[in-house]
C-alpha cells in the first residue's frame, strides 16, 4: 500500500484533493478545481516512476500503479502533478508535488547471515553457562508494526541447550554434561518475526556445540599387576617393559608422569614417560645377572600433570601398579676370578717353569668345565704354554728381558659343553732381570791428542751403558787392561761417577814416529756375578796451534830425499808404460 505526502512547490489551492481509490494496485483521485468537466483541461504525471511504475489518467486525474510496489528496494517516489490546457498544454494552475511512501507489509522471513555456527563450552560447566549468541536480520521496517520485531526460540537441542527469546543467547540448559559421554551437539535455532506470533515469517540455523575437554577424569590402570620376562643379557639402557594408564581426558588432560614408589632393586630401573603414547617406559640402569637375583617386584605410580582445582573432589588424579619383573637365565661365558693378572718371570728360567695360575669359573647354575688356552695372537713367538685343564702358565722358551721386558697375554676360557660361550683374560707377565749383558762404551769415542800435549793433561773422558736393570742405578769401575796397564804414554782415572778420564803420562808426541794409539779399557759392573768387556779407545795424533785446535791429524806422507821433481814424473812415466805392457800382453793371450 501507498501513502501520498503533497509537498506543493507552488501552493496547493487549486488542487481540491488526493484520496485513495481501488485500482490494479494502488489508485489516487487528483482533480483540479479549474476543471468543469467539460474536457478543456488534462492532467500530466512526471517525477520518479512516473509512466514506469505510475500513470495517470489525463481525463478524470486518476493514479495508477502499474506494478507491486517493494519498499525494501524503494521506500519513497517523488512526483509532480498538473493540469494544463488539453489545447496549448499551458498550466491552468502551478505545478504541485507529492511523496508516495510505500508502506510496509510482513514479506521477509528473518535470515541468520552468520549461520550456520560453530561453538564450544567446557564439559562440566554450570546451568546457564553461555555458549554462543546467534543474530537473525529481517528486512521488513523495524518502525512500522511487528513485521521485523524477531524472537529465537530452539527447534531441537533441548533439554541440552536453551535460547533466550530476545537476545538469542544460547547457554547449557543441564549442568555438568560430560565429553566423554557425548561430545557434540548439533542445535537447530528459529527466528520468528511479528514477535513470534501466528502468521510471522520464520528462519533457521544450525548451531554445532562441542564440548571441549576439561581435566576430570584421573588416570587408571587397566590391571593391578603386570609381569615380564626379560634375558639377563638385556644390555643397560634398554626397554624393559612399557605399562599405561588409561586417562579418557584428551591433550594436555592426559598427561602424565611416571615414577617408581618402591622396589627391591634400587637403583636397577628407572621410568620415564613417552611423550607421543603417555606410555610409562621402564628403562634397565644395570646389568641383570640371573645367578643373583632372578626377579624383580616394581611399585608404580602415575600422576596427572596438569590438574584442575575445580575439579579435586573427583580425584585422587594418581593411581599405583605393581610390575614384577622376571629374569631370564642364559647361558654366559666363563668369567675369571681376576680378569687382570700379574705375575713375574726370572729372566733365565728354564724352559718349563711355572710361573702362575689363573682361574676362570661358568657363572650359569650348571657349572660346565673349562679349558684354557692362550690367544697366540698376544704370544706370536710361543714363549708361553697354558695348562688345559689347570690354567697353569709356563714357559715354552727361554727369555731375554733386554728383547721384552713385559708380555701381555689374552687367556681364553672355554666351556667345555658349548665352546661357543669364551671367556678372557689379561695376565701381564715381567721377565726378572739377570745379569747377563756386559758394560760397553756409552759411544764410539774420537779422541784428538795434541804433539804439544803436556803431562798429565786430560784428553778424554768416557762413560759406560749395560742393558741390564736398573737402566739407571747401575756403578761401572774402570781401569787399562793388563797389556798396557804400565805404559809410559797414558793412564786412566776413574772418576767413581761412571765416567773415566784418560790422561798424558808424558809431552813431546809425534805423528812421523807413531799417527794412532790403541788403548784398551776395562769396564767391569756391579752385577752378581759382575759382567765386564774390554773396548779399545783409538788415540789420533794431531798437528795443532797454539790453542789446542786439531789443523791435521793421522800419518805423515814422506818425501824422497835427493830426488828432483824430472826425477820423479820420470820414473812414474817409466811405471805407466810398464802398466801398459803389461796390459796389453794380458790381452793378447786371452
Known sequence: MAQVETNPLLPLSTISRLTSVPSLLHAWVLHSDVDKGD??????????????????????????ATKRLDREAQAYYTLQAQAVDRLTNLPVEPRSEFVVKVQDINDNEPKFLDGPYLAGVPEMSPLGTMVVQVAATDADDPTYGNSARVVYSIIHG??????????????????????ETRDQYV??????????????????????VTLTDVNDNPPRFTHRNYQYTVLESLPVQSVVARIKAADADTGSNAEMDYRIMDSDGPGMFNITTDEDTQDGVIILLKPLDFETKSGFSLRIEATNRNIDSNFLSLGPFSDTTSVKVTVEDVNEPPVFSTPLSRMVVS????????????????????????????????????????????GVISTAKALDREANSVHNLTI????????????????????????????????????????????????????????????????????????????????????????????????????????VYRLPVLIV??????????????????????????????????????????????????????????????????
Do not use: W
Open 39 to 64: 474536457g478543456k483541461v488534462k492532467y500530466v504525471l512526471s517525477g520518479e516512476g512516473a509512466t514506469s511504475i505510475f500513470t495517470i489518467d489525463e481525463n478524470t486525474g486518476d493514479i495508477h
Open 158 to 179: 533441548q533439554p541440552y541447550f536453551s535460547v533466550e527469546p530476545k537476545t538469542g543467547v544460547i547457554r547449557t540448559a543441564l549442568p555438568n554434561m560430560d565429553r
Open 187 to 208: 542445535l537447530v535455532i528459529q527466528a520468528k518475526d511479528m514477535v513470534g506470533q501466528m502468521g510471522g515469517l520464520s528462519g533457521t540455523t544450525s548451531v554445532t
Open 347 to 390: 729372566e733365565d728360567a728354564k724352559v718349563g717353569t711355572s710361573i702362575g695360575r689363573v682361574s676362570a669359573h661358568d657363572p650359569d647354575t650348571t657349572n660346565n668345565a673349562i679349558r684354557y688356552s692362550i690367544d697366540r695372537n698376544t704370544d706370536l713367538e710361543r714363549f708361553f704354554n697354558v695348562d688345559a685343564l689347570s
Open 412 to 515: 681364553f676360557a672355554i666351556e667345555t659343553q658349548d665352546p661357543t660361550q669364551i671367556g678372557k683374560g689379561i695376565s701381564l707377565i715381567t721377565v726378572q732381570d739377570i745379569n747377563d749383558n756386559a758394560p760397553v762404551f756409552a759411544i764410539d769415542y774420537e779422541t784428538l791428542l795434541c804433539e804439544n800435549a803436556v803431562p798429565g793433561q786430560v784428553i778424554q773422558t768416557i762413560s759406560a751403558v749395560d742393558k741390564d736393570e736398573p737402566l739407571n742405578g747401575h756403578r761401572f769401575y774402570f781401569a787399562l787392561a793388563a797389556p798396557v796397564a804400565g805404559n809410559l804414554n797414558f793412564t786412566l782415572r776413574d772418576n767413581k761417577d761412571n765416567t773415566a778420564s784418560i790422561l798424558t803420562k808424558r809431552g813431546g808426541f809425534r805423528r812421523r814416529e807413531q799417527p
Open 525 to 590: 759392573d756391579s752385577g752378581s756375578p759382575a759382567l765386564s768387556s774390554t773396548n779399545t779407545l783409538s788415540v789420533r795424533v794431531c798437528d795443532c796451534d797454539s790453542d789446542g785446535v786439531a789443523l791435521s791429524c793421522g800419518a805423515v806422507a814422506y818425501t824422497a830425499t835427493g830426488l828432483s821433481t824430472g826425477a820423479l814424473l820420470a820414473i812414474l812415466g817409466c811405471i805407466i808404460t810398464l802398466l801398459g805392457k803389461l796390459y796389453m800382453t794380458s790381452v793378447s793371450e786371452t
